[in-house]
């Protein structure tokens, strides 16, 4: 359990001193706050937006802390609901906005397994308490919007300033309660261009066995906001140099390994990236397609090498690697099928022949499984001749897409077996002799 300690000296920045004002907070969190403290709770702005808000960074969600229990914000919001068991959170809803209420937590009290990992934390306590059970300094930000002041009990708002992600307290403990901590470290520091403190990062690699012990529906769900951060390549070069991506990803390191895999692997990393930072819709099946492509296409080639045809022996590696992935990482079923879509059609789409290419055109997955083989054109694993012949046969008429149909090849002829004769389907007739060769 978390060791408090010596009660950490706050320091109060006022507005002139933070450049944080009201407006740049979500109507949302502000209603939230008014009406708890119009209650006579206290309640503030917390966590990234805070430290978002001093990078001048849009948050993409505020989070409020209040002394007030989940029971009792609860009742005060008509639109909300309670959420979690390791910890329980209310979740108030304003138009498209959610906001997310947390219950300042004690130092002591909660549950834990023999690695140390918290099971339950619903322990309350005082907000001094609260920010010390916050995982890193740069996270353990208050912001009143009553006054526009900003409490930092724990040097966060100077190691914000110097792009440094420390975690409060020991981080071999702190490591232990929660191991998704050491990925959240990697995921700022690579998301907001922030370093790792050495005494933060020193136990990471020691420690990061402690992974298989996290459930893998959260691993997935940490794994996700790292992919989708916007600098997904970045978070995946971190993650391979603190070790940690055998919790997540354990085939990262073939995949790399493999010349065709690295490009293509970068890829669609950078076009991720690309997607995300100028505002555009990313699809997580399409990304762990990706990632995974080329163990399916290694088990694909091995299971042909066994002599099965080539399409059961695709279904089967598909079925091998997600097997061996969602061991570590539970991937959703409705991303699997996807996954296992995109993938079913990049050998229908190296064939231009016959009316099933036209069909192919009309198939639910056709642009994802067409923007997959172009990732795999633009890495040099299939021609991009091909990549090319697609692009240009789905905006072309009906007539022009008939005239670029490679014609199909003529079915082979089966040899035509030599009749007998009547005579030798007679009781005792000699058998019927083939002309002799000349």
């Known amino acids: 359990m978390f060791n408090m300690g010596a009660e950490p000296r706050l320091t109060v920045y006022a507005r002139d001193k933070h450049g944080i004002a009201r407006s740049s907070i979500s109507r949302g969190a502000l209603k939230v706050c008014e009406i708890l403290q119009t209650h006579k709770f206290s309640a503030y702005i917390v966590g990234g937006a805070v430290r978002d808000l001093l990078l001048g960074v849009v948050p993409k969600d ?102 440094t992600m ?74 391979r140099k603190e070790g940690l991506h055998h919790g997540l990803l354990p085939l990262l390191d073939v995949i790399v390994e493999q010349p065709l895999g690295e490009r293509f692997l970068r890829l669609a990393l950078e076009q991720t990236d690309t997607r995300i930072q100028t505002g555009k819709s990313v699809s997580p099946a399409f990304l762990f397609a990706a990632l995974l492509w080329h163990e399916v296409l290694a088990a694909w080639k091995l299971n042909e090498a066994k002599d099965m045809r080539s399409i059961p022996a695709l279904y089967l590696a598909m079925d091998e690697v997600l097997d061996a992935q969602t061991d570590k990482l539970s991937i959703p079923r409705r991303l699997t099928t996807t996954m296992k879509e995109i993938w079913a059609l990049q050998p229908r789409l190296e064939q231009r022949s016959g009316k099933r290419t036209l069909v192919l055109l009309t198939h639910p997955r056709f642009r994802a499984g067409y923007d997959f083989m172009l990732l795999r054109a633009e890495s040099g694993e299939v021609p991009m001749e091909l990549a090319n012949w697609w692009t240009r046969f789905q905006d072309a008429e009906l007539e022009e897409r008939n005239a670029m149909l490679i014609p199909d090849a003529a079915p082979k002829k089966r040899p035509r077996r030599r009749r007998k004769s009547k005579a030798a389907d007679l009781p005792g007739a000699a058998p019927v002799q083939d002309d002799p060769p000349n």
């Open 62 to 163: 505020f989070d409020v802390a209040t002394d007030a229990h989940p029971d009792d914000v609860h009742r005060l919001f008509r639109r909300s609901h309670l959420i979690g068991r390791r910890f329980k959170l209310v979740h108030v809803l304003f138009g498209s906005e959610t906001v997310e209420v947390s219950t300042f937590r004690a130092g002591e009290g909660g549950e834990a397994d023999e690695h140390g990992r918290l099971l339950r934390d619903n322990v309350y306590g005082s907000r001094v308490q609260d920010a010390a059970r916050r995982d890193f300094t740069a996270n353990a930000l208050y912001y009143d919007p009553h006054d526009e002041t900003v409490l930092d009990y724990h040097g966060g708002y100077a190691d914000v300033r110097k792009k």
């Open 166 to 239: 420390r975690i409060i307290g020991d981080p071999i403990l702190r490591f232990r309660e929660d191991p998704v901590r050491m990925l959240r470290a990697v995921r700022f520091a690579a998301k907001l261009g922030f370093s790792i403190d050495p005494k933060t990062r020193a136990p990471i690699r020691e420690l990061a066995d402690l992974l298989e012990n996290v459930p893998a529906a959260r691993l997935f769900e940490e794994m996700l906001k790292l992919l989708l951060s916007g600098h997904s390549a970045a978070c995946l070069a971190q993650l």
